[in-house]
Protein backbone atom coordinates (compact mmCIF):
# COMPACT_ATOMS: atom_id res chain seq x y z
CA UNK A 1 0.00 0.00 0.00
CA UNK A 2 1.19 3.24 -0.80
CA UNK A 3 0.49 7.27 0.11
CA UNK A 4 1.11 9.92 -2.76
CA UNK A 5 0.86 13.10 -1.96
CA UNK A 6 0.16 15.99 -4.71
CA UNK A 7 -0.72 19.73 -5.03
CA UNK A 8 2.37 21.28 -3.71
CA UNK A 9 3.77 24.44 -4.96
CA UNK A 10 5.02 27.77 -4.54
CA UNK A 11 2.03 30.61 -3.74
CA UNK A 12 2.25 34.41 -2.84
CA UNK A 13 0.82 35.01 0.74
CA UNK A 14 -2.75 34.90 0.96
CA UNK A 15 -3.05 32.38 -2.18
CA UNK A 16 -4.74 28.66 -2.00
CA UNK A 17 -3.19 25.26 -3.02
CA UNK A 18 -5.13 22.32 -2.84
CA UNK A 19 -3.61 18.83 -1.57
CA UNK A 20 -4.46 15.65 -2.59
CA UNK A 21 -3.08 12.16 -1.12
CA UNK A 22 -4.21 9.53 -3.45
CA UNK A 23 -3.78 5.53 -1.53
CA UNK A 24 -2.91 2.76 -4.22
CA UNK A 25 -5.59 0.63 -3.05
CA UNK A 26 -8.68 0.86 -0.52
CA UNK A 27 -6.60 1.67 2.75
CA UNK A 28 -8.36 4.01 4.43
CA UNK A 29 -11.40 1.89 5.99
CA UNK A 30 -11.65 2.08 9.92
CA UNK A 31 -8.34 4.58 9.53
CA UNK A 32 -8.05 8.30 10.15
CA UNK A 33 -6.25 10.49 6.90
CA UNK A 34 -4.17 12.98 8.36
CA UNK A 35 -1.54 15.98 7.23
CA UNK A 36 1.62 16.82 8.54
CA UNK A 37 4.24 19.34 7.99
CA UNK A 38 7.49 20.02 8.54
CA UNK A 39 9.34 23.22 7.72
CA UNK A 40 13.09 23.23 7.81
CA UNK A 41 14.84 23.15 10.68
CA UNK A 42 11.94 22.03 12.45
CA UNK A 43 10.16 19.37 13.64
CA UNK A 44 7.45 17.42 11.78
CA UNK A 45 3.72 18.60 13.30
CA UNK A 46 0.36 17.99 13.35
CA UNK A 47 -2.04 19.97 10.47
CA UNK A 48 -5.65 17.99 10.33
CA UNK A 49 -7.31 15.12 10.40
CA UNK A 50 -10.22 13.45 9.18
CA UNK A 51 -12.39 10.28 10.36
CA UNK A 52 -12.85 7.49 8.02
CA UNK A 53 -16.26 8.97 7.29
CA UNK A 54 -15.27 12.39 6.47
CA UNK A 55 -18.06 13.19 9.68
CA UNK A 56 -15.15 14.26 11.68
CA UNK A 57 -12.13 16.58 11.59
CA UNK A 58 -9.25 17.95 13.33
CA UNK A 59 -7.30 20.68 13.02
CA UNK A 60 -4.42 22.19 14.04
CA UNK A 61 -4.88 25.78 15.99
CA UNK A 62 -2.68 27.51 13.72
CA UNK A 63 -4.35 26.24 10.30
CA UNK A 64 -7.83 26.21 11.90
CA UNK A 65 -10.53 28.71 9.67
CA UNK A 66 -7.91 28.96 6.69
CA UNK A 67 -7.81 24.68 5.58
CA UNK A 68 -10.10 22.10 4.92
CA UNK A 69 -9.24 18.45 5.40
CA UNK A 70 -11.81 16.16 2.90
CA UNK A 71 -11.52 12.37 1.93
CA UNK A 72 -13.48 10.69 -0.71
CA UNK A 73 -13.33 7.06 0.03
CA UNK A 74 -14.74 6.02 -3.33
CA UNK A 75 -11.56 7.36 -5.44
CA UNK A 76 -9.19 6.41 -2.36
CA UNK A 77 -8.02 9.94 -2.52
CA UNK A 78 -7.96 12.88 0.26
CA UNK A 79 -7.46 16.60 0.22
CA UNK A 80 -6.28 19.75 2.15
CA UNK A 81 -7.74 22.85 0.96
CA UNK A 82 -5.56 25.38 2.20
CA UNK A 83 -6.65 29.58 1.81
CA UNK A 84 -5.23 32.49 3.41
CA UNK A 85 -1.71 31.14 3.07
CA UNK A 86 0.73 32.95 4.95
CA UNK A 87 4.90 32.50 4.87
CA UNK A 88 4.80 30.21 8.14
CA UNK A 89 3.11 27.78 6.20
CA UNK A 90 5.95 26.67 4.02
CA UNK A 91 6.73 22.96 4.87
CA UNK A 92 7.06 19.92 3.34
CA UNK A 93 3.26 18.24 3.75
CA UNK A 94 2.86 14.48 4.38
CA UNK A 95 -0.17 12.52 4.17
CA UNK A 96 -1.00 9.79 6.35
CA UNK A 97 -3.07 6.86 7.69
CA UNK A 98 -3.45 6.14 11.42
CA UNK A 99 -5.34 5.31 13.94
CA UNK A 100 -5.76 8.60 16.62
CA UNK A 101 -6.15 11.70 14.73
CA UNK A 102 -3.71 13.78 15.91
CA UNK A 103 -1.33 11.71 17.36
CA UNK A 104 1.94 11.67 14.66
CA UNK A 105 3.35 7.65 16.47
CA UNK A 106 -0.28 6.10 15.68
CA UNK A 107 0.17 6.54 11.41
CA UNK A 108 1.79 3.85 10.21
CA UNK A 109 1.22 4.95 6.27
CA UNK A 110 3.03 7.60 5.20
CA UNK A 111 3.43 9.85 1.82
CA UNK A 112 6.13 10.69 0.40
CA UNK A 113 5.61 14.40 1.04
CA UNK A 114 4.95 17.72 -1.15
CA UNK A 115 6.71 20.77 -0.68
CA UNK A 116 4.54 24.24 -0.23
CA UNK A 117 6.43 27.50 -0.57
CA UNK A 118 4.56 30.85 0.09
CA UNK A 119 6.16 33.62 -0.18
CA UNK A 120 5.58 36.73 1.38
Known amino acids: VQLQASGGGFVQAGGSLRLSCAASERTYTNLYMGWFRQAPGKEREFVAATSWSGAATYYADSVKGRFIISRDNAENTGYLQMHSLKPEDTAVYYC??????????????WGQGTLVTVSS
Open 96 to 109: AAGTRPSSQPSYYL
